[in-house]
């Protein structure tokens, strides 16, 4: 089974800089794809950036200039660094990742999520 945890979320002002990270765990060598994606109580859960294993990343448009994803396979993490803050970038924050299980079937996961909250 993988598991994931975040880190890094917090209380800033608009125009700050936040750092999340999503360290994986257990059988992460069949992970194929991993992700940061947010939510809001009102709204879908929407994807902020994403990465396939051997892949590049993709960003949605609104975070394109400011947000950068990247991934260490080394330490099994996900890390997207986020600046220049806006205050429609405060959600609810969650790692997700994608796996293949057998016959080549593929399985999600996602972690608890850690909460941004930008003010003005």
């Known amino acids: 089974q993988v598991r994931l945890v975040e880190s890094g979320g917090g209380l800033v002002q608009a125009g700050d800089s936040l750092r999340l990270s999503c360290r994986a765990s257990?059988?992460?060598?069949?992970?194929?794809?991993m992700g940061w994606y947010r939510q809001t109580p009102e709204e879908e859960r929407e994807l902020v950036a994403g990465v396939p294993t051997g892949g590049s990343a993709v960003y949605a448009d609104s975070v394109k200039d400011r947000f950068t994803l990247s991934r260490d396979a080394s330490k099994n993490t996900l890390t997207l660094q986020m600046d220049n803050l806006r205050t429609e970038d405060s959600a609810v924050y969650y790692c997700y990742a994608d796996f293949f299980g057998p016959y080549g079937l593929h399985y999600e996961i996602w972690g608890q999520g850690t909460q941004v909250t930008v003010s003005s």
């Open positions: 257990g059988e992460t060598s069949r992970i194929s794809y």
